[in-house]
């Protein structure tokens, strides 16, 4: 079964726009990640926000985490064509020991 | 220092038919972990292995999955009579240490079962 639950499923905006999107989830988390996959093949790791990490930055991204709430959001700011991609995130249980993605949000940005 | 890589990237085979993917991960990661993507969703867990410990084989969908990691490294995910609900991508990553840390992917494996 799946943790994590994106929102929207799928996303189209213009170049220049901001991208927002939501991850909810079910149970007590480790860590969550947010990972980018283009074509349908390898998954490429973005960001990684621990639970006790509110938000965190990564160049033109920006990952929020509300552990009361049990959700995610990622913004990527100013976007390109070149980040029309799926967006997954994928959250680690207190154990460590499991990586569970959810359905991933279809992104994409017109040039 | 070179990624994950996986062979082959693309296999066709007859329903019946066994098959064999392989992972190699990246030198000294611990962790590896098998992924299957169907058409257009999101990644469903396989088997993890850590280490020299047991692996969790807990995301396997039927007794015709198996995998085995030799000498902590390569990794074989062999699929016994295939169905045509097998067809998938076949993902393998690995980390360093346990899934709390970053997973570097590998381009998977698209199979077709006819």
């Known amino acids: 079964s799946q943790q994590g639950e994106e929102d929207p499923q799928a996303l189209s905006i213009q170049e220049g726009e901001n991208a927002t999107m939501n991850c909810s989830y079910k149970?007590?988390?480790?860590?969550l990640q947010w990972y980018r996959q283009n074509s349908g093949r390898g998954l490429v790791h973005l960001i990684l926000?621990?639970?006790?990490?509110r938000e965190k930055h990564s160049g033109r991204l920006r990952v929020t985490l509300d552990t009361s709430k049990k959700s995610s959001s990622l913004l990527i700011t100013a976007s390109r064509a070149a980040d029309t991609a799926s967006y997954f995130c994928?959250?680690?249980?207190?154990?460590?020991?499991?990586?569970?993605f959810g359905g991933g949000t279809r992104l994409m940005v017109k040039p | 220092g070179a990624g994950v890589s996986q062979s082959p990237s693309n296999k066709v085979t007859e329903k019946g038919k066994d098959v064999e993917l392989r992972c190699d991960p990246i030198s000294g990661h611990t962790a590896l972990y098998w992924y299957r993507q169907s058409l257009g969703q999101g990644l469903e867990f396989l088997i993890y292995f850590q280490g020299n410990s047991a692996p969790d084989k807990s995301g396997l969908p039927s007794d015709r999955f198996s995998a085995e990691r030799t000498g902590g490294s390569v990794s074989t995910l062999t699929i016994q009579r295939t169905q045509q609900e097998d067809s998938a991508v076949y993902l393998c990553?690995?980390?360093?240490?346990?899934?709390?840390?970053?997973?570097?992917f590998g381009p998977g494996t698209r199979l077709t079962v006819t």
């Open positions: 994928a959250t680690v249980n207190n154990a460590g020991n499991m990586l569970t």
């Open positions: 990553a690995s980390s360093w240490g346990t899934s709390r840390n970053e997973q570097y």
């Open positions: 926000i621990r639970s006790n990490e």
């Open positions: 149970t007590s988390i480790n860590n």
